[in-house]
Each structure stands twice: as C-alpha cells, then as structure tokens.
C-alpha cells in the first residue's frame, strides 16, 4: 500500500495494524516469494494452479482456524467469510430451514425463501440501525448495476436536465462517474488531476453544481486504498440527496444511514457471497417522478429483489430489436429447457433464466452469435450489465453467483456479527 505525504481529517488509511503500516513503504509486497503489487490479491488468492494441500507449505498462504487450515483470502471480493458462518451453511444446505429441500431449489416467490429474505433484512437493519424511512433491496448485478440504477432513477422526469456530482476519489468513483455520463450531465468533485488520490480536499473547497439532482461519492477505494470515514455532508447543499458505493466498508464501523438517499454495498465485501448489492434507499426517492422514460426492469427501485441475471428488458433495451425490426429471432426458452432438441445454429439469441432446468436462480444462459456481439447496433446509453462486447472479452462470462444463496449466507453472517 502506497504511503501519503499528508492525509486530511476526513481520509483514514483502509489498514491499520502493524503490518500494514510497515508494508505502506513499500509500493510493492512480497507474498509467497512474488511481488504483488498494491491494487492486485496475491496470486494465489487469485486462481493458483497448485492445491492447497501444496500450497499451504508456502509462507504467508493460510492460517489455522478452529483446527482448521484456510487460505489467507486477500482479495477484495468475495472476501473470506467466518468459518463458523459456512459450517452452518455446510450443515443446513441441503435441508434449509426444514422446508425439506435446499434453499438452491427454493423459488424466489415461494413463502420460505421470502422467510429468509425477511430474516436477511432485519438482521441487517438491526446491524446498520436502518431508519424507517429508508427501505432495503436486495438486487443482483453488484454495485455495477447501481452505477447505472442511480442515475436511471434520479436524472429523469422532474430532474431531466439536472446535473449529477460526483466526488472523485479513485477507481470505482471513476466508474461510477463513467456511468452516469451516460445519461446525463455530471460534475467531477475534486478531481486529482495525478489520478492518485492520495487525499481528498477539505469539503469547503468542493465545486459543484449546488443545483444538482443528486451527489455521489465512494467510501472505500480497493484500488487507491482511500477510505473517507466521516464525510462531511455540511458541503452538500441541504434537500440534495447523497448517495453512496460503500461496497468495501459497509458493516466495518458504525454510519448514520439517515444522512443518505442511497446507501449500497456489494454483498462480497463484508456480509454474504457475491450475488446481490444490499442498497438502502430512502423512501421518498421510491417514485417514478424521477425516472427516466427508458427504464428496464432491472434498474427500476420499486423492485424488491430480482434473480434473473441479464432478463429479456435488458436486452431489449439496448440492443438489435431497436435497430432490426427484421433481424434475427429471439426465442425465450426457459420453460421448455433442455427437455427438447434445439438447433441453435437458428437463432441470433437464445436465452433462458438458470432457474428451469440447469442450476438455481441467478443467471441467465445466453446464446448469441457471435457476428451480433457488436457496437454497430448498440445504443449510446449501454450499462455495463447489458454490454454483450463487455462479457465477450471479460476472462469470466459472469458477473455474479446465485442470488438466493447470497441473501440466505448474508443472513447468517448478519445473525453471527450481531452476537459479537
């Protein structure tokens, strides 16, 4: 982790012990005997070839656990989780609350799942001490999506025109601002024009468009490895909401989420496995005053929590229907599965929700011909989820695990944190 000369009131360093400060000399570490550098895990956190029964003879690879030896996990997501979490886990995953089958198999509609959804939301509220004013939604796509959501839902309809903030603080806050510029007008707040983001000016010093709709900001940056703790919400002109990516922080010390419009996290962080993006929402922002004409089901905070992965709306929204009103067929197929041979060499996009057939709810299998994976037919205004060029060249083809398991883990994990 990189040092800095000088660090203001509202900046804490993401690391704090011994160690970390001693590594904060270096601008690299040496971890089981290779260079690592600040914004990346260690490589063998990040996919080893070698088992860790190999492995874990290597210095600084694993430690011992309730007799138990595990992985060092350094990566910024999914985190490691408590053991004792994924015993339980382990324990109740094929008989889930002793509804006779796994909470894999669950329907995301059906009264047990939604039983422990309802656990899931007040274990977290408890933790938080989450206001009734504000609600709490457990949607997929990670933070990425809210990158997009947020400015689908507040730039439109009585806020068409207005401009969004945007307070730059490194890699994710880049991202985030990359989104927004899609649909519509953004300010950059204190942008370092080094791209470090070794410190954040004092909040009186802010420029911004003090007649936005709305001001976003990043808590925590795993990239830059800035932390702003206590922000200073004195700088933001009062009725503007706030809204916040807390994806790495959240849960870690105690925040006022009266304060916030929009406060989210991805659940790989801190509470669950990667799946959902916990987003708590105050409840008068809840309306479609201010949304935007164009608006996929996906991004839409009336939603309560949806498992589907890339749905027919998105793909609709952003793509060839738009463009080929005699273009290729699109053949939703998830009620018939793999039951029936299917020539798919027919099809421009075949598609169908996991759910059906092939695994539990959370992704969508999706077929497409390659020559249709293109920017030739793209609308401007792409959200990164709905990017088929972005998954083409992405190293992964998925952006996140079954949600249901994530909403059941990151209910107990929250029970755990409260008994401590």
């Not at 959804?117 to 609600?135: C, I, K, S, W, Y």
């Not at 880049?174 to 300010?187: D, S």
């Not at 370092?192 to 709305?214: N, Q, S």
Request: aromatic letters at 8%.
């Amino acid at each position: 982790f990189f040092s800095a000369a000088s660090v203001s009131s509202i900046v804490r360093p993401m690391l704090s012990s011994p160690l970390a400060r001693a590594s904060s000399r270096r601008g690299c570490a040496m971890v089981a005997g290779g260079k690592v550098h600040s914004a990346n895990a260690p490589s063998h956190v990040a996919g080893s070839t070698l088992p860790f029964s190999e492995l874990k003879k290597k210095p600084m690879t694993h430690t011992k656990h309730l007799g138990r030896d595990r992985a060092i996990n350094l990566a910024a997501g999914a985190a490691a989780l408590p053991l004792e979490v994924l015993e339980r886990a382990a324990r109740e995953f094929v008989d889930t609350d002793g509804t006779g089958m796994s909470v894999a198999e669950m329907g995301y509609r059906t009264k047990p799942f939604h039983a422990i959804m309802e656990r899931a939301e007040n274990g977290f509220r408890q933790l938080l001490d989450v206001p009734d004013t504000h609600e709490v939604h457990f949607f997929n796509g990670g933070a990425t999506l809210q990158f997009s959501a947020i400015p689908l839902n507040l730039l439109g309809g009585a806020n068409e025109g207005k401009t969004a903030n945007y307070l730059m603080s490194g890699h994710w806050s880049e991202k985030a601002r990359k989104m927004a510029r899609m649909f519509g007008k953004v300010t950059e707040v204190a942008v370092d024009p080094k791209g470090l983001y070794f410190e954040i000016p004092e909040g009186k010093t802010w420029e911004m468009d003090r007649d936005g709709a709305y001001f976003h900001y990043t808590s925590a940056d795993t990239r830059q490895g800035l932390e702003i703790r206590d922000f200073d919400f004195s700088a933001v002109p009062e009725g503007m909401p706030v809204c916040c990516d807390a994806s790495a922080n959240l849960g870690s010390h105690p925040v006022d989420v009266s304060k916030y419009g929009v406060l989210y996290a991805a659940s790989h962080k801190n509470f669950s496995t990667s799946g959902i993006c916990y987003t708590i929402i105050r409840r008068d922002l809840i309306s479609d005053r201010t949304q935007m004409k164009a608006m996929p089901t996906m991004g839409r905070v009336e939603v309560r929590c949806l498992v589907c992965g890339l749905a027919q709306e998105l793909l609709h929204l952003g793509h060839l229907l738009h463009h080929h009103p005699q273009g290729p067929h699109f053949g939703p197929h998830s009620d018939e599965g793999h039951a029936d041979h299917v020539d798919v060499s027919k099809y421009g996009v075949l598609y169908a929700a996991s759910h059906k057939n092939f695994s539990t709810s959370g992704i969508c299998y999706t077929i497409i011909r390659r020559d249709l994976i293109s920017d030739r037919t793209q609308m401007k205004a792409m959200p990164t989820m709905c990017n088929w060029l972005t998954f083409q060249n992405a190293p992964n083809k998925i952006y996140n695990v079954p949600v249901l398991q994530s909403v059941w883990l990151g209910a107990l994990n929250t029970e755990w944190m409260i008994e401590r």
